[in-house]
């Protein structure tokens, strides 16, 4: 059974902290995506990485992907109130006819004003 | 963002009775999916639907049925609804199949009494 586990589990920071979260795997996948979900709400997508090594920003989030593809980091740097949520990661198998995504539990963040 | 609405948002209901979520898109996406989301289980597969008519199992769809007869409607019936079966439910939507991004409804919380 292919797992993906995140960690931590519960973050909980001041503003202006940076942190990191992951996401790892004995698995290889052919792509990972990342997702934050706010309370109340649905998982919206952040990102998707495809490639090993592969490193993408969006503003102040900074998301890799390990050269084997079994793990990903995401950083996030000065963190802001508004970053506050449930990130979650989900990987696509990299091999089957019928790859079904497999998902991290979450780590949940809470950044203090 | 894909144009994903749940209905109804929030449903208290008794244990044995039939219930049905609605979701709708707007899109025109080809595969949606029904999950549940728990604490300690993260996000698990119901059903998913690869077109109109064509349906299959996730891995936790005891006690759950779908029916597709619209490309952009995807019902989920509880067929006598169960304690275990209070969660939080989420539709989902996307235009490549079961591996790649998806985009989120905002859930309906049900409550079986």
């Known amino acids: 059974t292919q797992l993906l586990e995140q960690s931590p589990q519960f973050l909980s920071i001041q503003e202006g902290e940076n942190l990191t979260v992951y996401c790892n795997s004995s698995?290889?996948?052919?792509?990972l995506q990342w997702y934050r979900q706010e309370p109340g709400e649905g998982p919206v997508l952040l990102v998707t990485?495809?490639?090993g090594g592969e490193v993408k920003k969006l503003k102040r989030l900074t998301f890799q992907f390990g050269d084997a593809r079994k793990d990903s980091s995401l950083h996030i740097t000065a963190a802001q109130p508004g970053d506050t949520g449930l990130y979650l990661c989900?990987?696509?198998?990299?091999?089957?006819?019928?790859?079904?995504?497999?998902w991290g539990l979450g780590t949940s963040l809470a950044v203090n004003p | 963002d894909a144009g994903i609405t749940q209905s109804p948002r929030h449903k208290v209901t008794e244990t044995g009775t039939p219930v049905t979520l609605r979701c709708h898109q707007t899109?025109?996406?080809?595969?949606m999916y029904w999950y549940r989301q728990d604490p300690g289980h993260g996000l698990r597969l119901i059903h998913y639907?690869?077109?109109?008519?064509?349906?299959d199992k996730g891995e936790v769809s005891d006690g759950y049925s779908v029916s597709r007869s619209k490309t952009e409607d995807f019902l989920l019936t509880l067929e006598s609804a169960t304690s275990s079966q209070t969660s939080v439910y989420f539709c989902?939507?996307?235009?490549?199949?079961?591996?790649?991004?998806?985009?989120f409804g905002p859930g309906t919380r049900l409550t079986v009494t």
């Open positions: 989900a990987g696509c198998p990299n091999a089957g006819n019928n790859r079904k995504l497999i």
């Open positions: 990485v495809v490639t």
């Open positions: 989902a939507t996307n235009d490549r199949g079961q591996g790649y991004e998806q985009y």
């Open positions: 698995s290889v996948f052919s792509s």
């Open positions: 899109e025109n996406h080809r595969y």
């Open positions: 639907s690869y077109g109109v008519k064509d349906t």
